[in-house]
């Protein structure tokens, strides 16, 4: 067990030295076999193709990230009793960069997979085995925190269309303009669109 552990991870450590140094379009099974320094058989053995090994990294970044953003949280969760649209600016940033931090290990493979790879839900399940209230029951809290100048509504259907609505552009963004993430005036223009729809005229 001990030496197939470490098989699979200098595998995995030989898919990231490829992306990393080469890129993601000269990853092959042979490739990683050779910078591992094993057979390739023995990389059959624990993969199937290369898209099995991705996936095993991405997990490990799926991993790292929900660790960050549990620390993120927490500054988060003391921001927003301070100021609605810094809450809003954060939670954007956060997430842009996440996302973006995903798509620049294999581009094409994380548009590929985004879906099943979905850094919120892993997120949610690390903040809610901490004790903590998941994205969802977080945000109608928040916006019930500031009622002084959250618009008359219902609270769970505002935060359910807003949450959805952000969520809906960065995908679109990491589809057809994944710069724009790490674009602070882009994230300025979707912290517009939810204050225009969340505040009181």
């Known amino acids: 067990q001990s030496r197939s552990a470490e098989l699979v991870r200098a595998i995995r450590e030989a ?33 199937p193709n290369k898209e ?12 790292v990230l929900a660790n960050q ?32 931090r995903l798509y620049q290990v294999s581009p094409d493979f994380y548009q590929q997979y985004h879906q099943a790879l979905d850094v919120r839900e892993r997120i949610n ?5 901490e004790s903590n209230p998941s994205w969802e029951a977080w945000f109608p809290l928040f916006l019930s925190q500031h009622n002084d100048i959250v618009r008359e509504g219902d609270r769970d259907t505002l935060a359910f269309l807003a949450r959805h609505c ?17 674009d602070t005036a882009f994230r300025e223009e979707l912290l517009l669109m939810l204050l225009g729809y969340l505040l009181k005229r």
Request: aromatic share 8%; net charge negative; charged share 25%.
């Open 166 to 182: 952000l969520e809906a552009c960065l995908t679109a963004t990491l589809r057809e303009r994944p710069e724009a993430l790490m």
């Open 52 to 63: 099995a090994v991705l996936a095993e990294v991405f997990e490990e970044h799926l991993e």
């Open 69 to 100: 953003a549990s620390q993120e949280f927490k500054r988060i969760w003391k921001l927003s009793a301070e100021s609605f649209e810094g809450t809003l600016r954060a939670i954007i940033a956060m997430e842009a960069e996440f996302l973006h």
């Open 15 to 47: 898919c990231i030295q490829i992306l990393e140094r080469d890129g993601p379009d000269r990853l092959t099974t042979q490739r990683i076999a050779d910078v591992a320094g094993v057979n390739i058989a023995s990389v059959y053995q624990y993969f």
């Open 125 to 129: 399940q690390r903040t809610q085995a």
